[in-house]
């Protein structure tokens, strides 16, 4: 792998993949690689990483994962449980189906047009059918499930859910959540109770947090800008939301309930944040653009209130959940010449291919 150090000192379905861990009947190992062009990745922590693609060696195409357990240094390759696709279609990119990251190497993936799930619990090797996802919706998530880190959506055309899996079934169920949330966040850092929502309004930016798995909420109401916002949070459990045109750094250090509002200096005239992490070691750490696009970094180790340009970052921040950093998530491997970086520290990153295939 190829080492990068960013000299000036930098995710899902949705924790990640990796090569069967568990006992049980295991399929054969594909092991010559597989014709197919890469199309989707997903990262569950520092080492387990999967990408699905297209197998048309033979007619009609299949669709296929590959799996790491090393950080992307080695891949196995086995096929999903989908049925074939015909030749006018090969590419994955063209197949209706959801796959979803439960835990490092619990995986879930679903076909709408049969309208059928399985669930795996040895990243991909071997798969179950799960049962039919529950049809209404429960008021919180139940022992011993896991938030998706997918879409919100609605169910029926009437409010607004998340889903929720159970990690030894492959069940899933509907959750409802506040109606005005849109975006789900899966922060570092947090208690697994813990579920933050949030959603844009023109300058301003509802924070919604529960830290009872749903049962209730807390709405704070924040000032970020006509440019979005960054949400992000540390080992010590404190929790950003960054203004996307700098403008401000919103703080809360008790889950969610008080922030401080900060106007952060540093910053040049222009310059747009498009990703946030904290780094192990304590300070803040930004990707962001000029105004010319040209790409950039900001550091601080103050808390928020002054920043410190590290021109040498030429690539997107994210955190992975479940361990490590990543260039951005969600992310789509969008041709084998495409590079992702992967960080245990947040400054040192390497970079990783994409499975081979032929």
Request: charge should be negative.
């Amino acid at each position: 792998m190829k080492r990068l150090l960013i000299t000036a000192a930098a995710l899902l379905a949705l924790a990640g993949c990796g090569t069967a861990t568990t006992a049980g009947p295991a399929a054969p190992d594909i092991t010559e690689a597989i014709a197919g062009q890469v199309e989707r990745l997903m990262v569950g922590d520092r080492d387990h990483l999967c990408a699905t693609y297209g197998d048309c060696t033979g007619r009609p195409c299949r669709t296929m994962i590959a799996a790491s357990a090393d950080g992307g240094e080695t891949w196995t390759h086995h096929p999903l449980p989908l049925d074939t696709y015909p030749a006018r279609r090969p590419h994955v990119n063209g197949l209706i189906f959801d796959l979803i990251v439960v835990t490092p190497t619990t995986l879930r993936v679903r076909s709408w047009h049969e309208d059928r799930s399985w669930f795996s619990t040895d990243a991909g090797a071997t798969w179950t059918r799960a049962p039919r996802d529950a049809a209404d919706p429960v008021p919180s998530v139940p022992a011993g499930f896991v938030p998706l880190d997918i879409a919100l959506r609605s169910v029926g055309g009437v409010g607004t859910f998340l889903w929720a899996a159970d990690p030894v079934t492959g069940e899933a169920v509907p959750v409802k959540v506040p109606d005005r949330a849109d975006t789900q966040h899966s922060l570092p850092g947090r208690p697994a109770d813990d579920m933050w929502l949030s959603s844009l309004h023109s300058g301003t930016m509802d924070v919604f947090a529960s830290h009872d798995r749903g049962v209730s909420w807390q709405t704070a109401t924040l000032p970020v800008g006509p440019n979005g916002a960054t949400m992000t949070a540390g080992p010590d459990g404190t929790v950003y939301v960054l203004a996307g045109n700098t403008i401000a750094v919103n703080r809360s250090t008790d889950g969610g309930r008080r922030w401080e509002t900060i106007r952060p200096a540093g910053f040049a005239k222009g310059v747009l944040i498009d990703g946030a992490i904290v780094l192990p070691q304590g300070g803040l750490l930004l990707s962001a653009r000029r105004a010319d696009r040209s790409r950039t970094g900001y550091r601080s180790v103050d808390g928020g209130r002054t920043f410190q340009e590290l021109p040498d970052l030429d690539h997107d921040l994210d955190t992975i959940p479940a361990g490590g950093f990543i260039d951005r998530m969600p992310r789509t491997w969008e041709s084998h010449q495409d590079r992702l970086l992967l960080s245990d520290d947040g400054l040192t990153w390497h970079e990783v291919t994409a499975p081979t295939t032929r």
